[in-house]
């Protein structure tokens, strides 16, 4: 992988091992283990052969196969940039198997590969080392040769790593070996050694001296001040296994005393926060993208269903109880209305309610009364819906508490960004209420089928229209983005000054909104809803 430094992280790691500094690498197991590795300022990871196996619970003992390696460290190289070494074991088999790992390493951008002197199937250094066989010299060398002729990146590197010291065969064998490692093209030497006190690397470092660089994993000799490795000239040490140690110390721990405890009260400040593991998963990226790239859902999208006029037209009907309460097919209109909305996934939904309001009781909807509603009108109603929001701004759609509708409306409504979207009927001739509405329409393009991929936005609207320019009747619809909903409560706040606005509608909003030239998208629909305005509605009602 390239690094925010722009080289690769071969070229970084090959720089680590060479640079005249003591470096450190930090174990790593997991994605989110390099990550915290390479947060913390780490400057190169060691992919271990433990903690990998532990953490899918098998022993360190090539039990684990080299592909689920491959596919571990496939997460960790992609979330990072740093160099990956990974603990390649003995190279998981003869010289043709490590030619194959070095390509499939290259090609997940793992700067480099450490590889041990010991048979496949491989056991920890620190079970019973002393007791392991190592590998043939000739053999290992050839291994080397093969893996250094199958990279094709010059700065991808080959760590020899010598375990005479672990299986006891002392400085002169670890030498030996060391030479001949060297010699077949290793890039670094790893002198491993089990003992709590440094003697038998120092030893090996003070006959080496400078012929390759030597990087050690002090697990074992923990104690010794890291200044005693930089005063030998060590090139790099290993903290090989403690991102695992540490984990499992912690989990432990937890799970013992939820177990114990049986509440999270006691532990809720001892783990990291549910926000610190998003931030770690970069979700954050995720959100940006979802804004970019799908289509807008209807999650963050709420309802206000203006419902608080009487409907004189519907005579008796609407005596006891305003007409979003008459009953079509066994349930109220606004049952259905809720309906549909609740069927695209709109749960949020606020209706204003004024005539008999007691009567508008159905659950799970927020109410707005607006006591006014004999001598106010839409835009006061919905001002007050408006204002009674908290929160943050979300998409809104607005309409009737008497229209019946498809889904169909308001999923359209939207899938669009605009911040002012209505539905137009192209079919007005037959539409027979549409004085009752917002009224007829001029759009930018009347409905056909150059429409259909075209951005069509409002030109006009009222009943005064020429007949001539009609396109459609305005179905009462209005969708206003969350950046617009300010916007248009400040519009209303400002119509409603004027008292000669206090029966303002809908469609005298949407005037003012052309009037101040922000754009109204339009889209056209034929059919999809029905507006009750008369008995001849409700009995048409039990089939829609
Ligand atoms: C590993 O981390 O898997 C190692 C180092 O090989 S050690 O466990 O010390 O052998
Ligand atoms: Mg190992």
Redesign the pocket.
Known sequence: MSSTSGTTTSHQFKKLLLSDQLEFIC?AHNGLSAKIVQEAGFRGI?A????ISAQFGVR?NNEASWTQILEVLEFMSDATTIPILL?G?TGYGNFNNMQRLVRKLEQRHIAAVCI?DKLFPKM???IKGNAQPMADMQEFCGKIKAGKDAQTDPDFSIIA?VEAFICGWGLAEALRRAEAYHQAGADGILI?SALSVPDEIISFKQEWGNRCPVVI?P?KYYATPTDVFRQHGFSMV?W??HMLRAAVAAMQKTARTLKKQEHLLSIEDKVASVSEIFRLQNSAELQEAEDRYLPKGVENTSAIVLAASRGYELGELTEHQPKTMVVIQGRPILSHIVDTYNAVGIKDIVVVRGYKKETVNLPNLTYVDNDDFADAGELDSLLKALQSRKGPARSTIVSYGDVLFNKYIPQSLCQENDDFVIFVDSNWQEQTSYARLGGFTECTIPNSRRAFNAKIYLKQIGNNIPQTCIHGVCMGFLKVSPGATELITAIIVELLLNPANRKATISQLLQELLRRQYPVRVLYTVGHWLDINSLDDVVQAGSF
């Open positions: 174990e060691w271990s052969g433990l903690s360190d603990d074991d041990e920890n250094s620190f790593r491993h994993v697990t290993i090989a296994n």
